[in-house]
């Protein structure tokens, strides 16, 4: 489903790069599997139609948290040229 071309509804990225951040990551993985797949499709789609970056999150797993201060501190502090 990825492979296939996207029809653009969405106005494409501009030059403020964007992340988007799945928050409550822990809550999100206790949902049903079909529900998890549907939200994850969705998200994943935004993020490519806008030209963003997509992370999931969650205060309460250390894990996700410390993969969120990375990519956040690498959009910050990238060199956008």
């Given amino acids: 489903p990825d492979r296939s071309p996207l029809t653009h509804t969405l106005p494409s990225g501009g030059p403020v790069p964007l992340l988007i951040v799945a928050n409550k990551y822990d809550t999100f993985m206790g949902q049903d599997s079909v529900k998890r797949k549907f ?42 040229r």
């Fill in 39 to 80: 939200m994850a499709r969705a998200l994943r789609h935004v993020a490519h139609a806008r030209g963003a970056g997509l992370v999931y999150a969650s205060a309460a797993e250390g894990e996700t948290r410390n993969n969120f201060l990375s990519v956040a501190a690498d959009f910050l502090c990238r060199d956008r």
